[in-house]
């Protein structure tokens, strides 16, 4: 069975432009996380997406977007890129994450560098 | 709000001692999950062991296991007779109600041949 896919693994992108980050969620998976991961800050919530719907949204500024996609893969979305953006961004999901007694699988990862 | 506290940044020890790694967590609610992660070097994290606040019985996998007390609020991960391949970043975290996992920052393990 496949795992948490995500695409590109690398993405090279100039301060101002626009990034877009693809997850495939696990097989019967209706929920999705965006994490960012930074150097020295951990991992850091960005959002939850479950049956299509928004369900949390971390505290990052509004150029961060996504959105879920009927067949439940995702899409990461950083408009007006910034120097400071550059981390590993990692996807995760699980089955329907209402009570959290379910396990978060997590992709590989999709690292950003903005120069 | 949830928080999660791993004090120990890095530890370096060498093959063949065991380990531990400490995690202290802190929620209001009176059912939730701690979770372990590995992060080798490709990045991925991978799952190794999810508790619900009820279960406080103790865990063994293999040459890893889990010391939970609700009374401290502490998960600890212990890994006996550690070994090169266990380098890697572990990751701690909670996850209660309606919300998403909260990690603690991270503690790099470098095991040394």
């Known amino acids: 069975e496949a795992g948490v896919t995500q695409s590109p693994t690398h993405l090279i992108k100039t301060r101002g432009q626009q990034a877009t980050l693809r997850c495939s969620p696990i097989?019967?998976?209706?929920?999705v996380y965006w994490y960012q991961q930074a150097l020295g800050l951990g991992l850091q919530f960005l959002l939850w997406y479950d049956e299509g719907e928004e369900r949390n949204r971390g505290n990052f500024p509004p150029r961060f977007s996504g959105r879920q996609f009927p067949n439940y893969s995702s899409e990461l979305n950083v408009n007006a890129l910034e120097l400071e953006d550059s981390a590993l961004y990692l996807c995760a999901s699980s089955l329907r994450g209402q009570v959290g007694n379910t396990e978060a699988f997590f992709g590989q990862g999709t690292r950003l560098t903005v120069v | 709000a949830q928080k999660v506290t791993q004090a120990q940044t890095e530890i370096s020890v060498v093959e063949k001692e065991d380990v531990t790694l400490d995690c202290v967590y802190e929620?209001?609610?009176?059912?939730?999950?701690l979770f372990w992660y590995k992060q080798p070097p490709s990045g991925e994290l991978v799952f190794l062991i999810r508790r619900n606040s009820f279960d406080e019985q103790n865990e063994i996998s293999g040459r890893y296991s889990w010391n939970f007390q609700k009374s401290t609020s502490s998960f600890n991960f212990t890994i006996t007779a550690s070994q090169v391949v266990d380098s890697a970043v572990y990751f701690c975290a909670l996850r209660a109600g309606y919300s998403t996992l909260t990690f603690g920052k991270g503690t790099m393990l470098l095991v040394s041949p």
């Open positions: 929620t209001r609610d009176t059912t939730y999950y």
């Open positions: 097989s019967g998976h209706t929920s």
